[in-house]
């Protein structure tokens, strides 16, 4: 079975600064899915960034980029220029081709004025 | 227009009861799904139906069922809750023709079971 890692449970980053989370996979594939899910406060399931496999350009969505090695099951999130809204729980998600998000533990971020 | 609406957010009961979440996603996708996330935040899937046909089906004990009488429906039935049952339960749902673009979730539901 897939396992997805978050080794940092807890982040913390000054407002306007710079921050990664960190994430790694366990997978035999070699056609799959990254994502990385936001949770603020609200509870809901935010959709931040995503990355297929195949693709070797790294994603990016405004201030969120992503650093995908893939030999090294590796796919780091980064925020740039963070802000008091960016702080929530990240999770980073794997995917084969139809078959089950898989969630890592998620990482706390929190953004100090 | 919410894509995924579940319904209700919150349910507080008493141990022993019977309750149900329903899930309904105007998203035209063919593919809904329960998760389960636990009070450390952990995130796990129980059911996943495509086309009203249940296609996972985790380790879940037998007081839940999963009903999908439409594509577009899918409700969780939870027969004599437990305290342990106790957690935050998403809906969700996907495009099965397209992979890449994740799973659109709603709002959870938090379960207080007392």
């Known amino acids: 079975a897939q396992t997805v890692t978050q080794s940092q449970p807890e982040m913390s980053v000054q407002e306007a600064e710079t921050v990664t989370l960190s994430c790694t996979y366990d997978t035999s594939e070699s056609d799959y899915y990254l994502f990385w899910y936001k949770q603020p406060p609200s509870r809901q399931m935010i959709l931040v960034i995503r990355?297929?496999?195949?693709?070797?350009q790294n994603a990016t969505e405004n201030r969120f980029s992503v650093n995908f090695q893939k030999a090294a099951k590796s796919f780091s999130l980064k925020i740039s220029d963070s802000q008091l809204g960016d702080a929530a729980m990240y999770f980073c998600a794997y995917r084969n081709p139809y078959e089950k998000l898989t969630f890592g533990t998620g990482t706390r971020l929190t953004i100090i004025p | 227009d919410t894509a995924v609406s579940q319904t209700p957010k919150y349910l507080v009961t008493q141990m022993g009861n019977d309750k149900s979440i329903k899930c309904e996603q105007n998203?035209?996708?063919?593919?809904m799904y329960w998760y389960k996330q636990d009070s450390k935040k952990f995130l796990k899937i129980m059911f996943s139906?495509?086309?009203?046909?249940?296609?996972i089906n985790e380790t879940v004990p037998n007081r839940f069922s999963p009903k999908s009488p439409d594509k577009a429906h899918l409700n969780l039935h939870i027969n004599s809750l437990e305290l342990g049952d106790s957690a935050v339960y998403f809906c969700a749902s996907s495009q099965a023709a397209r992979q890449a673009y994740g799973y659109t979730f709603g709002s959870g539901t938090r379960l207080t079971v007392v």
């Open positions: 139906y495509n086309n009203k046909e249940l296609i």
């Open positions: 990355q297929e496999a195949y693709k070797q």
């Open positions: 998203l035209g996708h063919d593919t």
